[in-house]
């Protein structure tokens, strides 16, 4: 298995623009989510998902859509970068929602000028 | 808002000494997780501990959970080098919340 996989590793976009920031796992877990982590502080959750087709809000939504059309995979967007979205982006799975250990990606580190 | 929140916020220990990191959370749990990330990689979790149990060890690690409290504390003991990393505690918001918040992290550094 492959695990969580995160594309890209590293991207830069200037204020204004879009982009898809993709997650996939291939263990048929339900619960998927997105964090994000500013330098020297912890996660925090932007969205998250237990399961194909529903979504949910986490603590810091706001500039950021989600959707779930498959199990394997949970696409971030960002619609309009603004520089405060500079951040490491981590996607977690995880076969039974926060009663369980999750499953991290690798992160892609995203700078917005 | 955080749920979980660790101290201290930095450990500097020299190899073969004991490490301990301490978690505090705001809202009763069912369980609290703690995980490891070295310098620029995700998260690797390390132990999960439930509400009915009061420790737990692997390997090295110890974890203890006071319900009472709201407190958790992690132990690493006779620490190597490899141990350098931040230690993050989680845990969901609720009994049957769907979502997990992390503290801010503990960064440990063991000198060889």
């Known amino acids: 298995n492959a695990g969580v996989t995160q594309t890209p590793k590293f991207q830069v976009l200037k204020t204004g623009q879009s982009m898809t920031l993709q997650c996939a796992q291939d263990?048929?877990?339900?619960?998927m989510s997105w964090y994000r982590q500013d330098p020297g502080m912890g996660l925090r959750l932007i969205h998250y998902?237990?399961?194909?087709?529903?979504?949910d809000q986490g603590e810091v939504p706001n500039g950021y859509n989600v959707s779930r059309s498959t199990t394997e995979d949970f696409p971030l967007r960002l619609l309009s970068a603004a520089p405060s979205q500079t951040s490491v982006y981590f996607c977690?799975?995880?076969?039974?929602?926060?009663?369980?250990?999750?499953?991290f990606g690798p992160g892609t580190r995203l700078t917005v000028t | 808002s955080q749920q979980g929140e660790e101290d201290p916020q930095a450990l500097s220990i020299q190899e073969g000494e004991n490490a301990t990191m301490n978690c505090s959370y705001k809202?009763?749990?069912?369980?609290l997780q703690w995980y490891r990330q070295n310098s620029g990689r995700g998260l690797v979790h390390l132990i999960l501990i439930r509400s009915n149990e009061r420790e737990k060890h692997s390997g090295r690690l110890r974890v203890t959970l006071d319900t009472s409290k709201k407190s958790s504390s992690l132990l690493i003991t006779a620490s190597r080098a490899a141990d350098t990393a931040s230690y993050f505690c989680a845990a969901p918001e609720g009994t049957s919340g769907s979502r997990l918040t992390f503290g801010e992290g503990t960064q440990l550094t063991v000198n060889p």
């Open positions: 998902s237990v399961g194909a087709g529903i979504t």
């Open positions: 977690a799975s995880s076969p039974a929602g926060v009663s369980v250990e999750q499953y």
């Open positions: 263990m048929n877990h339900e619960y």
């Open positions: 809202t009763s749990i069912n369980n």
